[in-house]
């Protein structure tokens, strides 16, 4: 490493590079881990890509359109606005979110020439994100030589997924090749994890838990004695439950289907399965559930969309249950989880005989315990926060 060390520098970044948008948080490490700051640049690659930046307490700090024609020039304007702000030179370890680790990243690592060259190699596996994630690793290693970089894993959380969750039911050559489940949200579920351990002790983190990661995307993770033993995202993270624009799990028939009747290309069936299905697809007008919420009444497209999204996930939690052997605690989380209590409310309707029954009173205050009582499954929402997992992984490797 470059020989900084956190005393000298007491600043660290985290960068979550999407398809086309960067987001950064910056963090002071005094004797706790402080976010001062967290930004982002929307639309890379588009004629209107814009840089947002804002300080811990809201105070905007930045609002403006920004020419960023790739993820190098994006993280370039990410470096040049902390150098004005008199943040990099403070600055001692970047940590980035890696959406795909493939076999090899189990936990987070250093990245150095071999991290990054393997990185490039899994790009295949995960061809919307690594290639803006590696881009982005790759631009900030060519600004700042020296500074230590780390990459965090969203399949790391994964890792303990037993056989029989892992491996998907065809011929064993494609196992060979890396095609199994790796499941997905897992800097979330880490953060999650750590989160029901501080606030409900350690007994519960090691009973039987289920976390709801319900955002843009959405999937559900199956927890016991602190292993992950299942989760619904699979060799992709558009398997499993229906989400804003992806489809979730599909009957793999449809697909051979498609390709017979409209002989779609393969960025055609990418662009269908992932940007133009789930909530999106079927209300054919929004992919963001407060919208369909508000229209359910005026528009059924709107209210099958729901319901479907609901269903589908009150089985998966379902399943989930007999999975796990029984529930002592469902987590919500992410946009929806945290926001919405219609829907969490219409997910648990019906549960109760799997000890799930909720509040109605806590729930509408998104408590952090929204079940009733007496329910025997303990309810909880909790706010994820990747951006502060990712920093602490960071000051621990450091
Ligand atoms: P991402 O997966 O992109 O990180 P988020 O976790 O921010 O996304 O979740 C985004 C989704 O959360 C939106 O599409 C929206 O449907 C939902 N959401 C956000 N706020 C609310 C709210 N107050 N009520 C209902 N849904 C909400």
């Known amino acids: ?175 060979a090749a890396g095609v199994r489940r790796y499941g997905f949200h897992g800097l979330s579920y880490q953060f999650l ?20 990661h319900l955002g843009a995307g959405c999937s559900l993770a199956a927890v016991r004695e602190g292993s992950c033993i299942d989760t619904t995202m699979g060799f992709t993270p558009a398997a499993g439950l229906v989400m804003a624009t992806r489809t979730g799990d599909l009957d793999p028939g449809f697909i051979v289907h498609l390709l017979r009747t409209e002989r779609l290309s393969a960025d055609e069936l990418d662009n269908l399965i992932n940007k133009q299905s789930g909530l999106l697809g079927v209300s054919e007008t929004s992919s963001d559930i407060r919208d369909l919420l508000a229209r359910e009444e005026s528009d059924p497209r709107a209210a099958e969309a729901i319901a479907l999204f609901c269903y589908q996930l009150r089985k998966h939690l379902g399943a989930f249950t007999a999975a796990l052997g029984g529930l002592d605690t469902l987590v919500f989380s992410a946009g929806i989880g945290e926001n919405s209590p219609a829907i969490r409310a219409r997910v648990c309707s019906g549960l109760r005989f799997l000890g799930i029954e909720l509040d109605q009173a806590l729930n509408d205050q998104d408590a952090p315990i929204i079940s009733s009582p007496g329910s025997p499954v303990t309810v909880r929402v909790i706010r994820t926060d990747e951006e502060s997992l990712i920093a602490a992984e960071v000051l621990r490797l450091l």
Not at 39 to 56: C, H, K, T, Y
Not at 198 to 211: D, H, K, M
Request: some cysteine; proline content about 5%; charged content about 20%.
């Open 193 to 212: 994890m750590q989160e029901l351990h501080r606030v409900a002790g350690e007994r519960t983190a090691q009973g039987r838990v289920i976390l709801a």
């Open 1 to 175: 490493m470059s020989g900084k060390s956190l005393t000298d520098a007491h600043h660290l970044l985290t960068i979550n590079s999407g398809s086309s948008s960067i987001k950064f948080a910056l963090f002071e490490h005094a004797a706790v881990l402080r976010k001062l700051a967290t930004g982002q640049i929307d639309r890379i690659g588009l004629p209107d890509a814009r840089f947002r930046a804002r300080s811990s307490d809201g105070v905007v700090a930045a609002d403006h359109t920004v020419e960023a024609v790739n993820h190098v020039q994006a993280v370039e304007l990410v470096v040049n606005w902390l150098d004005r702000q008199g943040g990099l030179t403070s600055l001692g370890a970047v940590g980035h979110r890696v959406v795909h680790g493939g076999e090899r990243f189990l936990e987070s690592v250093a990245i150095d020439d071999d991290v990054l060259h393997e990185l490039e190699r899994l790009i295949p596996l995960a061809p919307n994100h690594l290639p803006g994630e590696v881009a982005a690793i790759a631009a900030l290693r060519a600004r700042c030589p020296g500074l230590p970089q780390f990459g965090c894993f969203d399949t790391a959380f994964h890792r303990t997924l037993p056989s029989e969750a892992r491996q998907l039911p065809i011929p064993r050559r494609y196992a």
